[in-house]
């Protein structure tokens, strides 16, 4: 291709769409699948020569409000996140709506249908509609650059912040993406002084409240003459398609054309009129979105609309074109025919994109030499009845080695220890655990809860010095305060730290922190750590051996479950190429088989 053409990741023509529209202020909080989204932005910068803001924030809310604070001295800012991080931001998303920008402020918040890698797949328009803020869909990274520029058009022409709203096969695809030319930023910050708008008490809420509705009306009718104008070149038919960002893109791979699609690009706000002129032309409607039946709940008469409400999409996992044209031929009741054109060359309407249904692969494990197994591994054998809180994070995985019992949302390990502890009174050992960029991000708060409630268990904060799931973005810890120095200022009355690979120092101090907070004493802080073996600087040793002692008994494959140990025929071997040397699995052989070499 040309030299203004680039093979891009959806992330990265995301951050390409902020730079080329002017913005020039960016944060984020890592979270798959948004992480790429802050790097990209910082690499365009550097590649067009551009000065910007650029940072990781502790958490979403913080992050928000940086973002917000720009917006209001007349810069273009973008922030990004993924569905649940929204969760952590959305104080500031709700009120930003009423106060507005001065300049432009685009969240983009990547949703994961599945889900993949998050704890629900809740679909971000859902609080966009919640909050009055504009929300646009896009169904391919191309269509994701635009969608930011457009993003950023309509919140400085409407001062409003506008969501952009990716989902994972838009985000992590890709695809070859026009690369255009750079808007002018806004030049000489500042900030109007307007306490009715940006400090307003409820008084002035009110007012906001009705000035953000007439905005909003305005937008929807926008949106009406874009659907109105598809309309025109569409003849009345027995079904139609409405379709809006990814289902748009599987439905075009699925039916071929056999049937005409409305495609809806802001699914929200929606226009009322438009929508019944599109009932007027279909005898039937089936909707295609992702997650969940914005659009489908829109329509004047629901009794021939067709979607997740009424079974035909199912209610949970992704949208596929197998899927879609199951639907159609549920709804229509006759076989899809594929186009002309292909047909002419063989093709399918079945895309290779797994179901959600679909099972298989290799379960994910630590990485070998991962410091946190060393560490699961003691709690389970030292605390064989014990209870174990986990979080968010590779060390999630944990529980394939039995030591994470529950896993809510970023944070939520600590009040959920405290609630365990209060509501079983003691009488069972609770450990926790947490990585320190999860602790930053909203360990901090419950820990200071539980200290002045008098909870009584184990905090396990696993230190690998970097947020290792996402990518390896640092934590406030390399250039902020210690986690050691925020726990004690906390009033946490038991603080040890240990080195996880040294097995026996580990040990003694987990026992040691059981039998304090068991005793009723209060919260005892286990300090943990290592650095991550692939983004830290981990001194790489000589690959341990197994000797004939090796009985074929497991521990080391199955329960300590380092994937740099495997089973050949009946005694366990090593993958020397993927062991680190760390030496943790020597004290976990019973009969002592694990060897270092010299």
């Known amino acids: 291709m040309g030299g203004n053409h680039k093979l891009l990741l959806g992330n990265e023509a995301i951050a390409r769409g902020a730079i080329e529209a002017g913005c020039r202020v960016a944060y984020s909080y890592p979270g798959t699948p948004s992480s790429e989204i802050l790097p990209a932005f910082e690499r365009w910068a550097r590649f067009e020569k551009q000065e910007v803001i650029c940072r990781w924030a502790i958490n979403e809310k913080v992050a928000y409000e940086l973002a917000l604070a720009a917006a209001y001295t ?140 007439r905005k909003i009306q305005e937008l ?80 004047p008469d629901s009794s021939r609309v067709f979607g997740r409400l009424t079974g035909h999409i199912p209610s949970a996992g992704e949208l596929t074109p197998e899927s879609i044209k199951r639907a159609v031929e549920e709804v229509q ?61 590779c060390y999630t995985l944990g529980v394939n080695l039995g030591a994470v019992d529950t896993c809510l949302c970023m944070g939520a390990a600590v009040s959920i220890a405290a609630g365990l502890q209060a509501a079983l009174k003691g009488e069972v050992p609770i450990l926790a655990t947490i990585g320190d960029s999860t602790f930053y991000h909203s360990g901090i708060p419950p820990l200071v809860d539980a200290v002045e409630s008098g909870a009584s268990f184990v905090l396990v904060i696993l230190d690998n010095s970097t947020t290792a799931m996402t990518g390896g973005q640092p934590t406030p810890a390399q250039r902020g305060p210690s986690i050691e120095s925020i726990v004690r200022g906390c009033g946490v009355p038991f603080v040890r730290s240990v080195h996880t690979y040294q097995m026996e120092e580990l040990r003694e101090a987990l026992k040691e922190a059981g039998e304090f907070a068991l005793a009723g004493r209060g919260v005892a802080v ?49 993958d020397t190429n993927a062991c680190t040397g760390c030496g943790a699995c020597l004290s976990v052989c019973p009969v002592g088989a694990i060897e270092t070499q010299d």
Request: aromatic share 6%.
């Open 333 to 393: 009741k006759i076989e899809i025919n594929p186009c002309p054109e292909m047909s002419r060359e063989g093709s399918t309407l079945s895309l290779s994109i797994p179901s959600s249904e679909e099972g298989g692969g290799v379960k994910p494990r630590l990485c070998p030499g991962c410091g946190h197994r060393p560490v699961f591994y003691l709690m389970k054998r030292l605390f064989p009845k014990g209870i174990f809180p986990g979080d968010i994070g």
């Open 74 to 213: 007349g810069l273009f800012a973008m922030v990004s996140m993924k569905q649940v991080g929204l969760n952590v931001a959305m104080d500031p998303f709700m009120s930003s709506a009423y106060t507005g920008v001065k300049g432009a402020l685009v969240l983009v918040s990547v949703d994961d249908p599945g889900p993949h890698s998050s704890q629900t797949e809740q679909d971000s328009r859902q609080m966009a509609l919640a909050a009055k803020v504009p929300v646009i869909d896009s169904s391919s990274p191309a269509e994701a650059k635009e969608a930011m520029k457009e993003a950023f058009r309509i919140s400085q022409r409407y001062q409003i912040p506008v969501m952009v709203r990716p989902v994972l096969r838009v985000a992590h695809s890709r695809q070859n993406v026009e690369l255009s030319g750079l808007e002018d930023p806004p030049s000489d910050p500042s900030f109007d002084r307007d306490p009715s708008r940006w400090a307003a008490t409820p008084v002035h809420r009110y007012r906001l409240h009705l000035e953000l509705n």
């Open 220 to 299: 929807a009718k926008e949106e009406g003459e874009r659907i109105l104008s598809q309309l025109k070149a569409v003849p009345q038919s027995a079904l139609g398609i409405v379709a809006s960002g990814i289902g748009w893109a599987y439905a075009m791979d699925a039916l071929g054309g056999a049937l005409p699609i409305i495609k809806v690009e802001q699914p929200y706000p929606v226009d009322r009129e438009a929508f019944a002129a599109i009932q007027r032309r279909f005898a039937k409607l089936l909707v295609l979105e992702e997650t969940d039946p914005l659009l489908e709940a829109s329509f």
């Open 526 to 574: 286990l300090l943990c750590e290592s650095p991550c073996v692939v983004y830290g600087r981990v001194e790489r040793r000589p690959p341990v051996s197994i000797s004939d002692k090796c009985t074929g008994c497991g521990v080391c494959v199955e329960r300590f479950e380092c994937p740099a140990l495997y089973f050949e025929g009946e005694k366990a071997e090593v």
